[in-house]
């Protein structure tokens, strides 16, 4: 099915945040900066910035404002005079329009005490410490069994560290607001957001008003990947600046302040200790985890979670130990967690299987667990092993010569690698209607479409419930009147979407034309006991110049298990795109720290490189059919972000067969293969 706001995107009819219109016209605000990672502001003069054409209104953290909640540190702004990264907002300014708000904010004059800034993640940081739990409320530490003696028995071991860089989401739209107060204290905010519902809701509790005050419209968003899951800085900007204007007001941030303000993948530090027997059955599995979270606020990344999921063995441990630095919050990003996680755990079984003399598809198939290993729970479906299996007959795997470093065409060595994918499959509560109107049905639900094509997908299973077609169905998402749901994020938008979608559709059918409504608070309540996520298998062929070091990757196949498959056109997108961005990070992404300034380096898309066209050359994903009936009424596993997950270990994996180097330390650039 096409998309059903195809048409009112490619004519531009479509509105995003910063395109949308107030009843007035709106003014626009300007963030000021920190240039310090680590001090005391003592003064903000915005003496000179007055003097600036069209300069309407003032904020800083010498005046600050009257807050709700200081739940999050940095949404609570310009409460505190204490720098503990750069780019934490200290001041804005309001004019009349976006470039002179830009002038004026470059005229505040702001001065700083500095102290000494600590930016450099290490697995020797004095201050690591083990968090509570890390996200989304999990255990920071489990183990059972006995490593120590796994190893010892192990016929063959890795005992390995894998490190990755910060890596930033890069939606194309970048995050913007349009807020505006009416006279009766009530505020609109169409912010470019994952989640109306919780936006709405934190906006409210920042700004100490109740839910009803406030509404957060987002019919279209430009993407996200999660720098849109929860709300961040610009939109409560957005608020206290129209407030102090007295006027609608804009923020727009620039591709550079994205950089800054809407968070990132933590960098991470992997220990990754595999024993094996003669047979290649694991013996021991120890997954050890270092990462970054800031000075006031603690995000806590779940890294090592996946390797909870992957593997029989009869010992294992995982960990995860933080650093607090003074940088901004890390924060969600495709598959937080599984995505630097797997990679760690996927190249270290690539590892093994050298280690062991097998081949890397055998030695996944041989430690196939019979129940999820560290719960004991049965998988609600498990199809890890016919992924791999059906992957290798497409690519083509059989005969691979085991040996790296060995096939040579011209200048270009050649090599292919496998790695194994996985992903949470849950869903959450959320709220729906459904009614006839005007010969056709409307749907309403406040989820998000960031670009998916979830409002597509929705449409397909009203349309399906109600025994219609899908043009006499209309979704109406993106507003947080409409009723409560969750976010696009954890791939949980159309499980929990549909769930209510398909219950309030059944109950309308049972009214018989009045209205249905539905909530599954109580049915995700009462979801059984079940080990719920998907899998796939990546298989990827490069060629590196011996040359230059570059690598080139002329295929990549995925081959997924994630339920039933709601739109073959979306959910390829949605493969394709995730194994897209895991390329990019096996080969590219990555910002810099500079040490010296204590802040990011490369801000910007001509320098933090994302895979664009030219990196990009056979790419393919393709699914099993799978049923599984303990998820939700459409039987579909969430698809957002399992492509991700294990691309960058297939890459390097295929990496090391080419070279026989085996690179720990994403990206791999062309410099580090030199070397
Ligand atoms: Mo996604 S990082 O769960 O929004």
């Known amino acids: ?76 702004l310009f409460t505190t005079r204490e720098i503990s990264y750069r780019g934490q907002l200290v001041a804005a300014v309001v004019a009349d329009t976006l470039e002179n708000a830009r002038a004026a904010a470059a005229a505040v004059l702001v001065t700083i005490d500095r102290h000494q800034h600590d930016v450099r993640l290490r697995a020797d940081h004095p201050g690591l410490y083990t968090p509570d739990q890390v996200n989304p409320g999990l255990p920071a530490a489990t183990s059972y069994g006995d490593v120590a003696a796994g190893l010892a028995a192990a016929a063959a071991r890795v005992d390995v560290t894998y490190t990755t860089p910060v890596q930033h989401n890069n939606p194309m739209e970048p995050h913007a607001a349009l807020a505006s107060w009416d006279a009766g204290g009530n505020l609109t905010v169409y912010d470019s957001t994952q989640g109306p519902s919780f936006d709405r809701d934190t ?8 839910p009803g005050r406030v509404r957060v419209i987002s019919p279209h968003v430009g993407g996200g990947f999660g720098s849109k899951g929860t709300t961040r800085p610009h939109a409560i900007l957005a608020a206290l600046a129209a407030r102090a204007a007295g006027r609608p007001v804009k923020v727009a941030l620039t591709r550079q302040q994205m950089f800054e303000l809407t968070g990132y993948r933590t960098p991470t530090i992997q220990r990754v200790t595999l024993g094996a027997d003669t047979s290649g059955r694991l013996t021991a599995v120890a997954h050890d985890v270092v990462e970054q979270t800031a000075i006031r606020t603690e995000f806590a990344e779940q890294t090592a979670a996946c390797t909870r999921v992957m593997y029989a063995s009869p010992a294992m441990r995982t960990t995860h130990r933080l650093a607090r630095l003074n940088m901004p919050a890390p924060s969600w990003m495709r598959a937080p967690g599984e995505t630097p996680g797997m990679y760690a755990l996927e190249s270290a079984m690539d590892e093994l299987a050298c280690a062991a003399g097998l081949d890397p598809v055998e030695l996944r198939i041989r430690n196939e667990p019979v129940t999820e290993p560290d719960s004991g729970l049965p998988f609600s479906s498990r199809n890890l092993v016919a992924c791999l299996r059906e992957g290798a007959r497409r690519f083509g795997w059989d005969g691979r010569d085991p040996c790296p470093g060995l096939r040579r065409d011209g200048r270009w060595l050649t090599g292919t690698g496998v790695a194994a994918s996985t992903y949470p499959a849950r869903r959450q509560p959320s709220r729906a209607t459904a009614l006839v109107l005007d010969g056709g049905f409307v749907v309403r639900i406040a989820a998000a479409d960031v670009g998916t094509g979830a409002r597509t997908a929705l449409t397909q299973i009203a349309a399906e419930t109600l025994g219609t077609s899908p043009d006499r169905v209309q979704v109406e998402l993106g507003d947080s009147d409409l009723p409560r ?29 009045a209205l249905g409504s539905a909530d599954t ?17 990546q298989f990827a062929e490069v060629h590196v110049d011996t040359g230059t070091g570059e690598v080139r990757v002329p295929r990549l196949l995925g081959v997924f298990a994630a339920g039933r498959i709601i739109d073959a056109t979306l959910a390829r997108s949605q493969f394709i795109g995730g194994m897209t961005m895991g390329l990019g990070m096996a080969l590219m992404e990555g910002t ?23 990196d990009v050359q056979d790419v393919d994903a393709v699914w099993l059919e799978e049923t599984d009936s303990h998820l939700n009424p459409m039987g579909s596993k969430g698809i957002g972000e399992i492509g991700i997950t294990g691309t960058a270990a297939a890459i390097g994996n295929a990496v090391y067969h080419a070279t026989g180097r085996r690179i720990r330390d994403l990206p791999i650039t062309p410099a580090k293969l030199l070397a």
Not at 203 to 210: E, K, S, Y
Not at 523 to 532: E, K, L, M, Q, W
Not at 596 to 613: N, P, S
Request: some cysteine.
């Open 1 to 76: 099915m096409n998309r059903v706001e195809a048409v009112d995107k490619v004519t531009g009819r479509a509105m995003y945040a910063y395109e949308q219109r107030a009843d007035q016209a709106a003014a626009y605000a300007y963030p000021v900066q920190s240039a310090t990672a680590s001090g005391h502001v003592r003064t903000v003069n915005f003496a000179a910035a007055w003097h600036m054409p069209g300069m309407l209104a003032a904020l800083s953290c010498t005046d600050p404002p009257e807050l709700g909640s200081a739940e999050d540190p940095e949404l609570a």
């Open 592 to 614: 810099f720290v500079d040490e010296a300034q204590g802040g990011f380096v490369r801000k910007d898309l001509a320098q933090y490189h994302i895979a664009t066209c030219a």
């Open 521 to 537: 608070a109580e049915d995700v309540a009462a979801d059984s006991s079940f080990a719920r996520h998907a899998f796939g298998a």
């Open 203 to 210: 906006i409210a509790r920042v700004l100490g008003l109740p």
């Open 485 to 513: 749901a969750w976010l696009a994020g954890g791939s949980m938008g159309t499980a929990s979407w549909g769930s209510a979608v398909v219950k309030a559709c059944e109950d309308l059918l049972k009214n018989e034309g």
